[in-house]
C-alpha cells in the first residue's frame, strides 16, 4: 500500500512510502534537510513498523518536541493501523 502522511511541526511537510504487512519501502520526504532525510531514507529500507519505531520515536530536532525521524515512525505506525 502506498502512504503519504503530512508531517506535523517540522521542517518538511510530507513523507511518501510502501508498507506491505509491517515492512516500510520507498521513502521520500518533500522539504526539511535533504541529505540527512535520504540517508534515513536508505538506513531504514526495509525494516519493519517497530524497527523503525525502535531507533526514531521520539527523536527531537532543537527546541521541537519531534523532528522528521520522529515523524517518520509516527506515519509508519498510522499507516500500519489502517492498513489492519
Known amino acids: 500500500m502506498h ?7 517540522t521542517c518538511s511537510q510530507l513523507i511518501d ?8 519501502s520507498n521513502i521520500s520526504f518533500y522539504g526539511g534537510c535533504n541529505g ?3 540517508a534515513i531514507s536508505k538506513l531504514v ?7 523503525i ?3 526514531l520515536k521520539g527523536n527531537t ?6 523532528s522528521c525521524a520522529d ?4 506515519a509508519v505506525r498510522e499507516a500500519f493501523e489502517k492498513q489492519n
Open 53 to 55: 519505531e525502535e531507533k
Open 71 to 74: 515523524q517518520l515512525a509516527c
Open 45 to 51: 529500507d526495509g525494516m519493519t513498523v517497530e524497527q
Open 36 to 38: 540527512n532525510l535520504k
Open 17 to 24: 512510502f510502501d508498507i506491505e504487512g509491517n515492512k516500510v
Open 3 to 9: 502512504y503519504q502522511y503530512k508531517t506535523k511541526n
Open 61 to 66: 530536532c532543537g527546541n521541537r518536541s519531534t
